[in-house]
């Protein structure tokens, strides 16, 4: 009995101390993060996907609460060279529908199509600030790459559930200064990014307000809001469906598919 | 011509309901009912319209489509149709017909040129009658083809050809009206005195052709374009006088001059000025030598063009302004300068956008003006409200816009 006793107090021991063990190396592990290797956590934890066809429901929110809603279909490839390219189209509502998007490399040529137009306009790069048809996305938000291997990062702060990274772009083209990213230290994905714009000012907050992980932990956000501090607008996300590894033909990011009138 | 016109109407639409009936798939409609309401200081007069579009498109397969709409209007304008009911647009689009080549095929509207209004060289499609200060000008379609085939993703050669040409079609009231106002008091110093106008049209039947090669480079597209065709709006071809019962009869012959348009047209960053687009179309316009009268209306070659800027500001006001040479109604040795600007901002808080757009002519300092404001009420009504002015005399170049000044008034209900 006693040495029963003993055995199974020897046993629960040892898996406390195994347990304390592994909690302090994981701490230990976390702890000794920097900010580029939490940056490279959150990357792996990414779905690598060549590219990616996505349809939602994009939600316009006024300061009084008014919502105005608008479905969305959009099509995201990776480059070579870690550049996103992105083609969206407004379905509805009738206001806005065919309204198509082209943003190639990071928004390097932007394409706006309007039926009305009948015909492609490129925006300027210089006009990458202007907002995506009453969205709270600038053209520069759609295309722009938070976690650029090239960007400054530092680690402001932590806490039980957080990091808190400071990315310094440090890109004369760009209208940000800084971004101020939430990461989840438990999963490794950004909740929160703030927009810091050219006067150090606060102007806009991404929140990720729902995530789905795959069979081997890669996350996909699924419900995401932007808001815009100057004029407490809001613009939501809500992701209806999403696919990955589409056999997209080449040459489909491009002035010819935004002008087809179906995707 | 006409009856080959809606002959080919019929044809598309009784074939467009085939499609759908075998194959048991639905169209996908749109509709937008859209109320014009005017009031013109110089004759106080009320104008009304309503217009009904109903969009449409079907895909046949994912890569075989049909296109168009049915328009629908109603008018007590002075001039023109009280009742309009067709297609302003019917087409088959095919894409990847071949490798890489898309058409389409039907009435069609081809939109050439980078800028936003009076492009130069974009002169497949008529547009209605007189001068439109609104953002984007509508076109008449005209049947035809075109084919758009992509060397690579970032070049493309588009080619189109309409069978006949497409006229602007001014109502003959309109023309009779206008050559009487001009000739009336010319020949009444003559001693005759007219009492009626006859019209005769020479719609040339040749074919309307164009080529047109776009490339886009890192920082802008360019492209370079060749059109043969002729001018959409009537032209006094000869003018006879015929002695009647109590006056004079004028017998006038209405022409459509050919010309040849090459032109360049580029869009994309504005060198140096951050924060605007630039666009612009240069056209380099070789003329059918026109008489009338013993009077050269047509002769050299002549240059066309216009160069825009768009930007806008942090606080979200819109600007577009740029420099025109020779607007829609100038041709020849007429063609003179002017800069016009188009400003917009929605108000905070608001649904209210005011705007501003005017141009200023460089020739007489004659200037055109509209101030409105647009109102969006719900997410598939809007409505505008806005007041048409012009400075300068009657004669100078932009106080033909006289006749159009006063109140205007929409209102647009999309479902």
């Not at chain 1, 990955?244 to 491009?254: A, Q, R």
């Not at chain 2, 798939?25 to 013109?40: C, D, P, R, T, V």
């Not at chain 2, 002729?230 to 009869?249: E, R, V, W």
């Not at chain 2, 047209?265 to 179309?281: H, I, K, M, N, W």
Request: a negative charge.
């Amino acid at each position: 009995m006693l040495n029963k006793n003993n055995s199974n107090l020897s046993f629960i021991i040892f898996i406390v101390i195994g347990l304390f063990f592994a909690l302090s190396l994981n701490i230990a592990a976390n702890q000794e993060l920097t900010a580029d290797e939490i940056i490279d956590r959150v990357k792996e934890n990414q779905a690598e996907r060549k590219n990616s066809k996505t349809q939602a429901e994009m939600l316009l929110i006024d300061q009084d609460g008014k919502e105005e809603s608008r479905e969305i279909i959009m099509f995201e490839q990776e480059e070579d060279d870690d550049k996103i390219t992105m083609l969206m189209r407004f379905l509805s509502p009738r206001s806005v529908e065919g309204v198509t998007l082209l943003s190639i490399e990071n928004g390097d040529k932007i394409y706006l199509y309007m039926p009305a137009y009948q015909k492609p306009r490129r925006i300027a790069g210089s006009s990458k600030q202007e907002n995506f048809m009453g969205t709270d996305f600038s053209y520069e938000d759609l295309s722009m790459d938070y976690q650029n291997d090239d960007y400054e990062k530092g680690l402001l702060d932590e806490t039980g559930e957080q990091y808190i990274l400071q990315i310094i772009p440090g890109d004369e083209d760009l209208s940000y200064s800084k971004f101020i990213l939430y990461v989840n230290k438990e999963q490794f994905y950004v909740e929160k990014v703030e927009f810091y714009d050219l006067d150090d000012t606060h102007t806009k907050t991404l929140e990720i307000q729902e995530v789905e992980f795959d069979e081997e932990g890669k996350f996909t956000p699924m419900k995401i809001q932007l808001s815009n501090l100057l004029d407490n607008h809001k613009t939501r996300m809500d992701i209806k469906e999403i696919e990955y590894d589409l056999d997209l033909p080449s040459g489909f990011f491009s002035i010819r598919t935004i002008q087809r009138p179906v995707l | 011509m006409k009856f080959n016109r809606y002959l080919i109407s019929a044809v598309l639409i009784v074939l467009m309901v085939n499609i759908t009936c075998f194959q048991a798939m639905a169209f996908n409609f749109s509709q937008k009912l859209l109320y014009e309401g005017s009031y013109l200081e110089n004759n106080g007069k009320f104008s009304n319209s309503l217009t009904l579009t109903v969009d449409y498109f079907h895909d046949i397969t994912s890569d075989l489509f049909l296109e168009g709409d049915l328009v629908i209007r109603a008018t007590n304008e002075q001039y023109g149709d009280p009742f309009i009911i067709g297609p302003n647009e019917i087409y088959v689009s095919a894409y990847d017909v071949i490798d890489n080549l898309d058409i389409r095929a039907g009435k069609i509207v081809t939109r050439w040129g980078a800028a936003d209004m009076f492009s130069p060289l974009d002169n497949f499609n008529p547009a209605p009658p007189g001068i439109s200060f609104t953002k984007n000008q509508g076109k008449l379609g005209a049947f035809g083809v075109s084919a758009s085939y992509y060397i690579n993703y970032l070049t493309y050669i588009q080619a189109v050809l309409v069978p006949n040409l497409e006229v602007t079609p001014y109502p003959d009231q309109y023309l009779k009206d206008t050559y009487f106002a001009t000739y009336s008091p010319i020949y009444q110093t003559q001693g005759y005195t007219i009492n009626n106008i006859e019209l005769s049209y020479q719609v040339p039947e040749n074919i309307i052709w164009g080529l047109r090669l776009n490339h886009s480079f890192s920082s802008f597209d360019a492209g370079i374009s060749y059109y043969k065709g002729n001018y959409m709006d009537p032209f006094p071809a000869d003018l006879k006088l015929i002695p009647g019962n109590g006056g004079t009869n004028m017998e006038i012959k209405i022409g459509y001059p050919a010309r040849q348009v090459i032109g360049l047209e580029f869009q994309g960053d504005f060198p140096g000025v951050e924060g605007a687009t630039l666009r612009g179309d240069l056209a380099y316009i070789v003329p059918e030598k026109w008489e009338f009268q013993g009077e050269n209306i047509l002769d050299n070659p002549y240059f066309k063009a216009i160069v825009s800027a768009d930007y806008t500001t942090d606080t979200n006001l819109y600007l577009n302004g740029g420099f025109i040479y020779g607007m829609p109604f100038e041709r020849g040795e007429d063609c003179s300068p002017y800069l016009y600007l188009n400003v917009n901002k929605e108000l905070e808080k608001s649904n209210l956008e005011p705007f501003y757009i005017g141009i200023l002519s460089l020739k007489d300092l004659s200037i055109g003006n509209v101030v409105g404001l647009d109102y969006k009420i719900s997410e598939s009504v809007s409505t505008s409200f806005s007041y048409l002015f012009a400075l300068g005399d009657s004669e100078s170049k932009l106080g033909v816009l006289k006749d159009s000044q006063g109140l205007y008034f929409s209102i647009e209900w999309l479902f």
